[in-house]
């Protein structure tokens, strides 16, 4: 069965780094355009980073920029965040997504998967 399995979160002080890992199964994650979303509480679910399925072209939230770097590895099936000059509105609970819109007997289907998501907390 398809599995996202988020790893890598904890408790940093600001300034500091972490890296998420999201380790991919049940499906063929290569073909996959790769994401991480995040959520603070009494907040929506916003998209972070975009990793397109050969790694070539990245997309980041403005509030992000600079600081979050997305990338992947199809050969290890596994998408990374990696999180530096965290400030405290960083904090959220963080969820890796696998994404993919394709054609399908003349009709357009879209395949989205979700990890269970694991929390950042930026504090001093």
């Known amino acids: 069965q398809v599995q996202l399995v988020e790893t890598g979160g904890g408790l940093v002080q600001p300034g500091g780094s972490l890296r998420l890992s999201c380790a991919a199964s049940?499906?063929?994650?290569?073909?996959?355009?790769m994401k991480w979303y995040r959520q603070a509480p009494g907040n929506e679910r916003d998209l972070v980073a975009t990793?397109?399925?050969?790694?070539?072209?990245?997309n980041y939230a403005d509030s992000v920029k600079g600081r979050f770097t997305i990338s992947r590895d199809n050969a290890q099936n596994t998408v990374y965040l990696q999180m530096n000059s965290l400030k405290p509105e960083d904090t959220a609970v963080y969820f890796c997504?696998?994404?993919?819109?394709?054609?399908?007997?003349?009709?357009?289907?879209?395949?989205?998967?979700w990890g269970q998501g694991t929390q950042v907390t930026v504090s001093s």
């Open positions: 997504n696998a994404d993919r819109t394709t054609w399908i007997l003349g009709a357009l289907r879209r395949y989205t998967y």
């Open positions: 990793i397109t399925t050969a790694g070539r072209s990245t």
């Open positions: 049940g499906f063929t994650f290569s073909n996959f355009d």
